[in-house]
């Protein structure tokens, strides 16, 4: 006991917490981790950022951004990764809306419109129009008609995507809603995703109708986004978790099952969506994370909390409409106690769902839970050893030594489980066991015995072999690593793309290294032009995925645009090996 009272707990750097504060407190204190609110000297285990990877200079431990997840979730980045992955796999990737962006694809758009319209005449679409930089519903607005685009002004400095408007969604007492899942991405390298087993469900304000002319403007009717709706006159605050205008996702799900709807379905469906969705974002996010961390060099591990929006349609089809990098954590709201006297109130839906997303979330990135593991095992067995070695005496004297092993570990995870369902039942459920004894020594204190289960669920690796053969685009991602040369940089020279064409041996007759210049050239300008990132000249990550895709079709002439990429990867792949192998055999 003094042993384990005299162990140093997590320390975790609360300093940057911003809005997560409140919840963030809560967690520490059910875990009894020790909290800095104002920063340490020292390093600490752990810190939490509110809003960005750099909100502190950090060389150790582990912080709750990745560097880049901002920018790669921007709507219009999104949308290009999306895109992108819909070109390679148009059926598994159909739960993101048709999408454009604005201002380069404008003309792309009013001409792809007219040509489905023409195609289908009974077509009668809605779009949406969401600024890039946008949130909280902030510069959102439905158009009928392509040329109804606000043009005017500012639409150069601020982008934006247009996507088609789901027209039919799921309505739950007549009122359309999103759902705010929350995911935890815990590794890039290997990739580790876990899901919240909760969410929490935002409604609108007002019965909602199919998008006429009438009542395209009438956002309390068309967007779920909080923000909006909680200056509607109808906006419920409830104490409840499945009443008001915010409940909890699984009170949705409750009320979806008791009509019959297949909820284990759903749930399948929306692992695969988030898996998808993580899988089109790892290549982007793989260039900033060695361009802030660079491979042997000391620098912190990272984790995140993400906010997943997703929109149910009536036929129970989850759509995905965007991915937060900083969803709302504030476990309060603002309440009107007179005209323009605000007072922060709790929210229990809020508390109930984020409390556990960020406790959960700590509890898997604890730096310490290897020792603790260790420990508790070591209890476990020798525990197991004395009140189990004379029912393996009885067993058959033929049976072999390492079977023996493998059963005496099976009946001591067994044992570990029943010791961690809490003392009130501890008893019951050894009297239970085969050679059980109510009569427990005491264990080594541990505040995660009195904690509930996990909320987060992993899906990856747990669902890896379903998924793997989408991961193309991150192979093409470390070929472009791989070409980049400078550590810190995150965009290829010319130099480093002649490189990879000739280490690759991708130049022949047909394909001169001019005309490797003049490709390099081309992409390169003209993904400049669009403005994305100019902190740097050179390819950025999605122009080199534009020249590989060109030089796969160009190679690979009769194959589907997936295997062509695949093709290319693996000679790619292969000629670099070789050409590796060949300098370790020369040293």
Known sequence: GTQSARRPGVTVDSSKAKTSLEALKISLRQLRWKEFPFGRRLPCDIYWHGVSFHDNNIFSGQVNKFPGMMETVRKITLSRAMRTMQDLFPLEYNFYPRSWILPEELPLFVAEVRMLKDSNPSWKPTFIVKPDGGCQGDGIYLIKDPRDIRLTGSIQSRPAVVQEYICKPLLVDKLK??????????????????????????????????????????????????????????????????????????????????????????????????????????????????????????????????????????????MLLEVNANPSMRIEHEQELSPGVFENVPSPVDEEVKVAVIRDTLRLVDPLKKKRKDTQLIYDYSYFSLHHCKKCCYSESSMKDKQHKHHSLKLSLKLKFYLKLGSVNQGRCL????????????????????????????????????????????????????????????????????????????????????????????ITRRWNSMGIDHKDSGMCLQAFVEAFFCLAQKKFKSLPLHEQVASLVELCECRLAALHGKRLLWG
């Open 177 to 318: 809603f999103d759902i705010r899942l929350y995911v935890l991405l815990k590794s890039l390298e290997p990739l580790e995703i876990y899901i919240a087993k909760d969410g929490l469900s935002r409604f609108c304000t007002e019965p909602y109708q199919e998008p006429t002319l009438k009542n395209l403007h009438q956002v309390f009717m068309h967007l779920t986004n909080y923000s909006l709706n909680i200056h509607s006159g109808n906006f419920i605050h409830s104490d409840s978790v499945n009443t008001g205008s915010k409940r909890t996702f699984s009170s949705i799900l409750c009320r979806l099952s008791s009509r019959g709807a297949d909820v284990k379905k759903l749930w399948s469906d929306i692992i695969s969506l988030v898996i998808k969705t993580i899988i089109a974002l790892t290549p982007e996010l793989k260039v900033y994370y060695q361009s802030d961390i660079p491979a042997g060099k000391p620098g912190p591990t990272c984790f995140q909390i993400l906010g997943f929006d997703i929109l149910l349609m009536k036929n129970l089809k989850p």
């Open 431 to 522: 009297e239970q066991m085969p050679g059980g004894s109510a009569e427990l020594p005491e264990a080594p204190a541990s505040p995660e015995a009195a904690l509930p289960s996990l909320c987060l669920k992993q899906v990856f690796p747990k669902y890896a072999k379903q998924f793997s053969y989408l991961r193309l685009v991150d192979r093409v991602a470390a070929l472009f690593i791989h070409f980049l040369g400078v550590k810190g940089t995150t965009k290829l020279g010319p130099t480093g793309f002649r490189t990879f064409i000739r280490n690759c041996k991708l130049s022949n007759s047909n394909f001169s290294m001019a005309a490797v210049d003049i490709l390099y050239i081309d």
